[in-house]
């Protein structure tokens, strides 16, 4: 939205208040009795400015002018000042004619505050108070009172005119001036701008207050009579009187471009004593204007030609007058508190100022702040930089701050070093709490060795710090990078090295660090040091808790963590019960976390709502749940729930997962930008996923190049997506070409790893956002993991074992540079699993099963903080933590004839709370029928994947359903493979053969197999595109 909607929007009246309130109640209602319609289409446009516009068609100048009359009041006529940079009269717009009507009559009882005699003239303004004490014993006196009470309408200007001639005669007359100048001064017509003048001059001298002055200027300007608008000005300037027509007389000379006219405008009311109040009330009007920015830069360059010739012709009084004026419109009509404006047009502005040596910093100051408060943080960070390289201009310790702020949000390490070297030129050294909030900034980066070397420079200034806030920042950086060991010896430190006692927040701290580490032990020591220290938890603390539980899908835990900080009495925040909301996603209850979130919805929380919405989106996305998308996007828009980025993550990401990859990418690139949301690295990295997996390659890259054009720090979520995507495109490449072209070579992804190696490290994982193909995995281990399990699973899965080893050697050479005991990914494990399978080193594959299953329990243990001898429960979230290595183990023990230890193996985990996914108990199934475990692997497929079987899509086909029909039978995520049937079918055959031969065995497995799995043997008889006579060798 344009900034000078904003500024008319901002002139209504607010006594229409009540009128909006019943528009937003009759908006509800529809969206209540019709939640799905239209809903897809509405979210992608602005919905904020959307309501702005209803508001401003429906409640906004329209009421006081009808369509007609906003066109260019300024077209007719001649001009009485010149400016050799001025526009033609027809250059102007409609827009700005809106702008130039922009003060309505109520405006005339809006101006209370201005100290002189009027004040209670201007209050008698409104038309009931005007009127109310008119005679009534005359007819025509009683006509125009009626009419001067019903709505403001140009056709009925004639009949109040011939009214109040007919009044002349009459008593009180004078009080009819007042509103019927406000009806004439705001018509459109010539004729009754004329008579506006005529009522004027019929008004006593000593009668006309600043109102008066104020419509006829609107008049006058209405006639192009410039000069006579100036020359009211003046008298009511020489009256002592404020808000009499200036500022409207002056935003017509801005907009006009007559240079001469402001400038004498300005000076006969520019009050020196009030720079700040008057300067900025002076300017209401111009600041409205469309193009006002580009009148300035027009002001900017006319001031610097003026200024060739002071030699020659120019008296330097109004040079400096000139200069003055400059300073004002910018300050008063530019620089205010929001800024919306292109970040060309302000520096070009700033770029046309600096040879006039106007180097406030008041001005650079302002400008900075207005744009942060806008959210065009960007331009307020290259205007800051524009900054730097003007003389004698010293930027406030305010400005430093929040545009430090600024870099911290982009991650911007080389602007925040900027910040940080300019606390030392402009003011010798940063100030304690500079210090302070530049190590919270960089510890928030994760980065170390800068929270450690600007703590030296600290210590050497201000000597042992006196609070823990910069000993927080030393404890936080080490516990986002997962560390805990060094996050404790910091903590130690408190105590020991600087003699303060550990705050909760210092605790909190200490929690996370373990929590990050996912270290259950840890967290339940932590906190029971915590209160045997005598510190009582905080919101934070059961918030960290909460989290933890939550992110481990322990229900109890959360739910056990929930119940305590009822106990304790702490206020609730929308990060508690967001992060129960998602304890139960993970639990696999999306119904009773979306009942959750309805119940929390209407009570008093404390931080935004839109965490515990976002959860359930994102829910939804994962499940393609389109239905479920829309309507709890339905419901946050009847609520009023603002979108963050997060939110348009999970729209974006369950686009990319119905295969809308370009609908996706629009939101990135039109939609966000639009709506004011910042698009971070995670945002890029569903876009490139998408394509990667669409097998469009270039789009993948392309998106990166986007992101990296706007100044977008990778992190690790693009990495990976980008290892992916490479690695993927080098193996096509490498399939595509002839056979004896040699061994397999991922140079690409081995290319863009080494980069990765050299610029990233563990500060990676310090990211405030979810973090792409880490999914149950370890957290510290993801780091360097995460960057070499897929290239090392495709080197192996292809059968070059001896280059995905030597890339495990690499791996352990980078992980040991951040720990000496390198930790591992479940997905790594998998990874080495299938490279030794495929050469036939089963003892490997043994020994990383058995590490793969020691991790899984440390990821499975659950928070049990007040009976820790509780039997442990896998958590639903992490019941398939295992599945991918079970399924290399297991080939493993078939292939070694270890059929039995398979049959084992599975009860094991079924016993230990772990669960087969629906390719595991294919591939068991499949195992077994291998090696002939007919009966086992017929009961085992007949209890976990026939449950709801429908039949073979082809023969569904042939019984005449058409595809809509067949997709909407009842599916399961557990159904058995073509493959698993052609085992199957194999061995039942060969038991037939059994049977007719006369085996007794073979006649009461059958009749074993009829008895207890009748829908899989209905699955074999049935089976398509078999060559073999499958029903004959049942029946027989």
């Not at 903080?865 to 991918?884: E, F, G, H, I, W």
């Amino acid at each position: 939205m344009e900034p000078w909607w904003t500024s008319m929007l901002e002139g209504e009246d607010s006594g229409d208040g009540h009128q909006l309130d019943n528009v937003t109640e009759r908006r509800r209602q529809r969206v209540s009795a019709n939640p799905f319609s239209g809903f897809l289409l509405e979210f992608l446009y602005p919905s904020g400015a959307l309501a702005l516009i209803r508001q401003f068609t429906s409640y906004g100048l329209g009421k006081w002018e009808s369509p007609a009359s906003r066109h260019d009041i300024f077209s007719r006529g001649k001009r009485s000042y010149m400016s050799s940079t001025c526009r033609s009269d027809v250059e102007l717009g409609s827009q700005v004619s809106e702008v130039v009507h922009l003060e309505s009559p109520s405006d005339s009882h809006h101006i209370r505050t201005t100290g002189n005699a009027d004040a209670d003239q201007i209050a008698l303004s409104p038309v009931a108070a005007a009127t109310s004490s008119f005679p009534k014993h005359t007819s025509s006196l009683k006509a125009l009172h009626d009419l001067l009470q019903k709505p403001l309408l140009a056709s009925r200007n004639n009949k109040l005119w011939r009214l109040y001639i007919k009044c002349l005669g009459l008593a009180d007359t004078d009080q009819l001036a007042l509103p019927l100048l406000e009806r004439l001064s705001y018509s459109r017509h010539q004729r009754d701008a004329e008579r506006a003048v005529q009522l004027f001059h019929d008004i006593p001298f000593h009668k006309r207050a600043a109102v008066h002055y104020r419509l006829v200027v609107k008049a006058y300007l209405s006639l192009q009579d410039v000069q006579q608008a100036l020359n009211c000005v003046k008298e009511s300037s020489e009256r002592g009187m404020a808000n009499s027509g200036e500022h409207r007389l002056l935003a017509y000379a801005v907009d006009k471009g007559l240079w001469d006219l402001g400038l004498e405008t300005w000076k006969l009311h520019f009050d020196e004593t009030n720079t700040s109040a008057r300067n900025h009330r002076l300017w209401r009007l111009a600041r409205a204007l469309p193009n006002i920015w580009g009148q300035a830069l027009t002001l900017a360059k006319y001031t610097k030609t003026q200024f060739d010739q002071i030699q020659d012709t120019l008296d330097s009084d109004r040079a400096l007058s000139l200069l003055k004026f400059i300073r004002s419109l910018v300050l008063g009509s530019l620089l205010t508190r929001h800024i919306s404006v292109k970040e060309e047009e302000i520096l070009s502005l700033f770029d046309a100022l600096k040879p006039l040596k106007l180097r406030k910093p008041a001005m650079y100051n302002r400008a900075i702040m207005g744009l942060i408060r806008s959210g065009s943080d960007k331009a307020a960070g290259r205007l800051y930089r524009h900054l730097r390289g003007v003389e004698h201009t010293t930027p406030s310790q305010k400005t430093m701050h929040s545009i430090f702020r600024v870099f911290c949000s982009f991650r911007d390490v080389h602007g925040m070093q900027m910040l940080l070297d300019d606390w030392f030129r402009y003011y010798q050294a940063p100030s304690r709490s500079a210090y302070e909030m530049t190590m919270a900034a960089f510890a928030a980066q994760g980065n170390a060795q800068m929270v450690d070397e600007i703590f030296t420079l600290f210590l050497s200034r201000f000597g042992r710090p006196k609070t823990l806030i910069p000993l927080t920042s030393l404890l936080s950086v080490h516990a986002r990078r997962g560390d805990v060991g060094e996050t404790a010896n910091q903590f130690k430190r408190i105590a020991g090295g600087f003699k303060l006692k550990p705050d909760v927040a210092c605790w909190n701290v200490l929690l996370s660090a373990h929590a990050r580490q996912d270290d259950v032990e840890g967290v339940r020591r932590c906190f029971d040091e915590m209160k045997g220290d005598g510190i009582r938890p905080d919101e934070y603390t059961i918030g960290t808790l909460l989290g933890f539980c939550a992110n481990r899908g322990d229900i109890e835990g959360a739910e056990d963590m929930y119940r305590l900080s009822e106990h304790l009495e702490l206020k609730k925040t929308t990060v508690m019960i967001g992060s129960l909301v998602l304890a139960y996603i993970n639990d696999g209850q999306l119904g009773r976390a979306e009942t959750l979130v309805k119940k929390f919805s209407t009570t008093d929380l404390e931080g935004p709502p839109t965490r515990m919405w976002n959860h359930i989106l994102t829910a939804f996305a994962s499940r393609r749940d389109g239905d479920g998308i829309s309507r709890t996007l339905q419901r946050m828009q009847l609520l009023e729930v603002p979108l963050d980025g997060m939110t348009y993550s999970a729209l974006m990401q369950f686009l990319v997962n119905i295969g809308q990859v370009t609908a996706a990418y629009r939101i990135l690139k039109e939609v966000m930008p639009r709506e004011g949301i910042r698009a971070t690295a995670f945002h890029y990295s569903i876009i490139m996923e998408g394509f990667a997996k669409q097998g469009d390659l270039g789009a993948a890259f392309g998106v990166l190049q986007r992101m990296t054009k706007r100044n977008i720090r990778p992190t690790i979520s693009t990495h990976i997506v980008l290892l992916k995507a490479t690695a993927s495109a080098d193996l096509t490449e490498f399939k595509a070409r002839p056979a004896e072209y040699g061994s397999l070579k991922l140079a690409g992804a081995e290319n863009v790893l080494d980069e990765l190696l050299l610029d990233a490290d563990a500060s990676q994982m310090a990211v405030n956002e979810p973090i792409k193909g880490i999914k149950g995995q370890l957290l510290p281990a993801v780091y360097p993991a995460a960057f070499f399990d897929f290239i090392i699973f495709l080197y192996g899965r292809e059968g070059f074992s001896e280059k995905a080893l030597d890339l495990y050697d690499r791996y352990l050479i980078a992980a040991k540079k951040e720990n000496p005991y390198p930790l591992h990914t479940i997905k790594l494990i998998a990874a080495l699993m299938a490279t030794h399978l495929q050469g036939g080193r089963y003892v490997e594959v043994a020994q990383y099963w058995g590490l793969a299953m020691k991790i899984a329990r440390r990821q499975t243990a659950r928070l049990n903080l007040a009976d820790s001898s509780t039997p442990n429960q896998v958590p639903s979230s992490r019941k398939y933590l295992l599945t991918t290595p079970f399924r290399h183990h297991a080939k493993s023990l078939s292939e070694q004839g270890k059929i039995d230890e398979l049959i084992t193996l599975v009860e094991f985990l079924n016993q230990n709370g772990f669960e087969l996914e629906n390719c595991s108990w294919n591939l068991s199934i499949q195992l077994l029928a291998l090696n002939r475990r007919t009966l086992l692997a017929f009961e085992l497929c007949e209890t976990h994947l026939m449950r709801n079987w429908a039949g073979w899509r082809l023969q569904l086909r042939e019984k005449g359903m058409t595809n809509r029909q067949i997709k909407r039978l009842p599916k399961s995520p557990m159904r058995p493979s073509y493959t698993t049937i052609s085992h199957l079918a194999e061995v039942f055959l060969e038991t037939s053969h059994s049977k007719r031969t006369g085996s007794e065995d073979a006649k009461n497995l059958i009749a074993n197999l009829k008895l207890k799995c009748p829908k899989t043997i209905n699955a074999v008889q049935n089976l398509p595109g078999s060559e073999i006579d499958l029903g004959r060798g049942i029946s027989g």
